[in-house]
């Protein structure tokens, strides 16, 4: 492939992670050709809303590529949300062609009764930040080009099945830890197929 046509790439790490969380995933992506971007949202521990975050994610992507420039966006875990909302409600996908969201609670998760705290709350199964994000995800996500991709093994995300969204492409990787997830040389095959493959024409 010729790496001209390759859009750069944006990754959004999760809960308590930073950056420093792809540094596998940047270097396999980079390693094949691909401009590949990411940094670290603040604050990463569940005390500010998701919707902050996005925020970040937003500025990010208007201070580092030109306004006529595509990209393609990977969200994992909390980063999945994070991207999510910058899709649906930030006009994201008006900027984003490929999107893939990695074990993210998109139905929520029981772990997030576990801390108070406000952005963790949000990732509660029926949050009314997800009851808003699902509630048009097929006329909003519908338009870029979709993978879901998640392990039935994941005890971070409960149950495992949550992280499926119902729309794109989905692929089931078993994978036994969530934090392995970015890591694992099977699933950054997938990736690289996935950000590699023409998009459909409308």
Request: net charge positive.
């Amino acid at each position: 492939m010729n790496n001209n046509h390759r859009n750069p790439v944006l990754l959004i790490h999760g809960i308590y992670d930073t950056f420093a969380k792809f540094n596998t995933m940047k270097k396999y992506l980079t390693d094949l050709g691909w401009s590949v971007h990411c940094f670290s949202l603040k604050p990463n521990n569940g005390d500010g809303h998701l919707e902050h975050l996005a925020e970040q994610v937003d500025d990010y992507i208007n201070n580092n590529f030109h306004s006529e420039q595509p990209i393609d966006l990977i969200g994992f875990s909390m980063g999945g949300l994070v991207t999510r909302y910058y899709l649906q409600r930030l006009g994201g996908v008006e900027k984003v062609q490929r999107y893939i969201n990695i074990s993210a609670p998109n139905n929520g998760t029981i772990t997030a009764y576990a801390l108070p705290k406000p952005g963790i709350k949000q990732m509660r199964p029926n949050s009314q930040f997800l009851q808003d994000l699902n509630k048009d995800i097929v006329t909003t996500l519908n338009k870029i080009d979709v993978t879901v991709i998640w392990t039935p093994y994941d005890l971070m995300i409960l149950p495992a099945s949550s992280s499926k969204i119902g729309i794109g492409k989905e692929i089931q990787l078993p994978v036994l830890i969530h934090e392995q997830m970015v890591r694992n040389r099977k699933l950054l095959t997938i990736i690289a197929d996935c950000l590699s493959k023409p998009l459909k024409i409308s």
